[in-house]
């Protein structure tokens, strides 16, 4: 088959299915992309080049759909480069939330395009507002509700929709969610997996060095910011290093902001959290490892002996999903995403996402009660083993592609099991 792939950044979500095409041979693929460095076997990069944001003399909200038609257009414009190649794709796989799409079909209009719908924006009831620390101005309500324009000139058109959980395809209007396959990810579960004996060994991470006799505390975080509940873990920080002199912690992520807001006076979130509970901290013992390769990411779930996932109500990290595939003891936030993937006394200990003296009192339960943590490691491999098999995920991607193909573009079924 031909596929033809969507994404501004390369290769975004789609990388698991990119490579297990490329494995099963046959396929020929191209993958138009603005960004991204990564090379991929069997992949055909198009790259376009976004130019200078269009002038728009309009409140702001119409810039970021100026924004979007933009990217529509330079997409759009590679596309017709393709076509008069020859090259016309048997599916469209991309993702919706910055407008690449939108002009596809003018280009393919007989080809099915299957999208990936992230998220729907709400001003109030997720994660604007949910932090009373970070109260918005009345003014960022319509900036929210314009982010939705690209989704609802999406939803208008006439292709399928995949979204990877519950909590994301709810989001979501009633009478759109009936054109969303619920697609779970998955996880390589013979990579991301426990090694039983990784707590006996020394563990290395760069320069920092974890003895056996040592307890782990882990957080993970593609960046060290709010939205990810940065603020609050440092604030627990304090009680548990106070209780337990043989705690370790090691935080990995950058210090850009991918979500929300910038930290106030210029600096790091990272720099203003030290500025505040540095003189409760014993540094010596707190490591910010910023960002590693995924084989050192691994290695560290499968050491940690209490692994804290924190999220707004806002889209789960694939962390959390690798974590319960490394059978790590998690300490995760009361909120909705999170709920969705692991249930608290069962397969993890969830916190008040606000409430730094309980998420500290959740970490120091699991390094204290290991019954309780082994039992919780147990638990949540087996639900990953259950539900975020890669193998799985992969099948039921492929079955999706097919009926689309087979249909015209719309499957008999709107939800796979």
Request: hydrophobic share 40%.
């Given at each position: 088959?031909k596929?033809l792939f969507?994404?501004?950044?390369?290769?975004?979500?789609?990388?698991?299915?990119l490579?297990d095409?490329?494995?099963?041979?046959g396929?020929?693929?191209?993958?138009?992309?603005?960004?991204?460095?990564?090379?991929?076997?069997?992949?055909?990069?198009?790259?376009?080049?976004l130019?200078?944001a269009a002038?728009?003399?309009?409140?702001?909200?119409?810039g970021?759909?100026?924004?979007?038609?933009q990217?529509a257009?330079?997409?759009?414009?590679a596309?017709r480069?393709?076509?008069?190649?020859?090259?016309?794709?048997?599916?469209?796989?991309?993702?919706?939330g910055?407008?690449e799409?939108?002009?596809?079909?003018?280009?393919?209009?007989?080809?099915p395009?299957?999208?990936?719908?992230?998220f729907?924006?709400?001003?109030?009831g997720?994660?604007?507002?949910?932090?009373?620390?970070?109260?918005?101005?009345?003014?960022?309500?319509?900036?929210?509700?314009?982010?939705n324009?690209?989704?609802?000139?999406?939803?208008?058109?006439?292709?399928?929709?995949?979204?990877?959980?519950?909590?994301?395809?709810?989001?979501?209007?009633?009478?759109?969610?009936?054109?969303?396959?619920?697609?779970?990810?998955?996880?390589?579960?013979e990579?991301?997996?426990?090694?039983?004996?990784?707590?006996?060994?020394?563990?290395?991470?760069?320069?920092?060095?974890v003895?056996p006799?040592e307890?782990?505390?882990t957080?993970?975080?593609r960046?060290?910011?709010?939205?990810?509940?940065?603020?609050?873990f440092m604030?627990a920080?304090?009680?548990?290093?106070?209780?337990r002199?043989?705690?370790?912690v090691?935080?990995?992520?950058?210090?850009?902001?991918?979500?929300?807001?910038?930290?106030?006076?210029?600096?790091?979130?990272?720099?203003?959290?030290?500025?505040?509970?540095?003189?409760?901290?014993?540094?010596?013992?707190?490591?910010?490892?910023?960002?590693?390769?995924?084989?050192?990411?691994?290695r560290l779930l499968?050491?940690?002996?209490?692994?804290?996932?924190?999220?707004y109500?806002?889209?789960a990290?694939?962390?959390?999903?690798?974590?319960?595939?490394?059978?790590?003891?998690?300490?995760?936030s009361r909120?909705?995403?999170?709920?969705?993937?692991?249930?608290?006394?069962?397969?993890?200990?969830?916190?008040?996402?606000?409430e730094?003296?309980?998420?500290?009192?959740?970490?120091?339960?699991?390094?204290e009660?290991?019954r309780?943590?082994?039992?919780?490691?147990?638990?949540?491999?087996?639900?990953?083993?259950?539900?975020?098999?890669?193998?799985?995920y992969?099948?039921?991607?492929?079955?999706?592609?097919?009926?689309?193909?087979?249909?015209g573009g719309?499957?008999?079924?709107?939800e796979?099991?």
């Open positions: 088959m596929y969507v994404h501004q950044n390369f290769p975004g979500q789609f990388v698991h299915l490579r095409l490329h494995a099963r041979g396929n020929e693929i191209v993958f138009i992309s603005e960004t991204g460095h990564m090379r991929m076997p069997g992949v055909r990069r198009v790259c376009y080049s130019p200078a002038r728009v003399d309009a409140p702001a909200p119409v970021e759909l100026a924004r979007g038609m990217r257009a330079e997409v759009a414009r596309a480069t393709l076509r008069g190649l020859g090259y016309v794709p048997d599916i469209i796989i991309g993702h919706h910055w407008g799409m939108l002009e596809l079909a003018d280009v393919y209009p007989d080809v395009m299957l999208g990936y719908y992230e729907f924006y709400h001003p109030t997720l994660d604007v507002g949910f932090d009373p620390e970070f109260i918005p101005p009345a003014s960022v309500a319509p900036l929210v509700r314009a982010r324009s690209l989704n609802l000139l999406a939803l208008a058109g006439s292709g399928w929709g995949q979204t990877p959980t519950r909590f994301q395809r709810d989001t979501y209007p009633d009478w759109a969610r009936g054109r969303l396959t619920l697609m779970p990810e998955g996880v390589d579960l990579k991301c997996a426990p090694a039983p004996h990784a707590r006996m060994r020394p563990f290395t991470l760069g320069d920092i060095h003895r006799g307890k782990l505390v957080y993970v975080a960046d060290l910011e709010p939205y990810r509940g940065f603020h609050v604030r920080l304090p009680r548990i290093l106070r209780a002199p043989d705690v370790r090691i935080m990995v992520g950058g210090d850009g902001v991918s979500y929300g807001g910038r930290a106030p006076g210029g600096v790091t979130w990272r720099q203003h959290m030290l500025a505040e509970t540095g003189g409760g901290l014993d540094l010596s013992r707190v490591h910010f490892a910023g960002r590693v390769e995924h084989g050192a990411f691994r499968q050491r940690s002996d209490a692994h804290v996932y924190l999220t109500p806002f889209v990290s694939w962390s959390l999903r690798e974590a319960m595939a490394c059978g790590c003891a998690i300490v995760g909120t909705a995403p999170v709920e969705e993937f692991v249930q608290d006394g069962y397969t993890a200990r969830l916190v008040p996402f606000l730094p003296r309980r998420i500290a009192d959740g970490v120091l339960e699991l390094l009660d290991r309780l943590a082994r039992r919780l490691r147990m638990r949540v491999r087996a639900q990953a083993e259950d539900g975020l098999d890669m193998r799985a992969l099948a039921r991607y492929h079955s999706l592609i097919g009926q689309l193909v087979a249909c719309r499957p008999a079924l709107s796979v099991a």
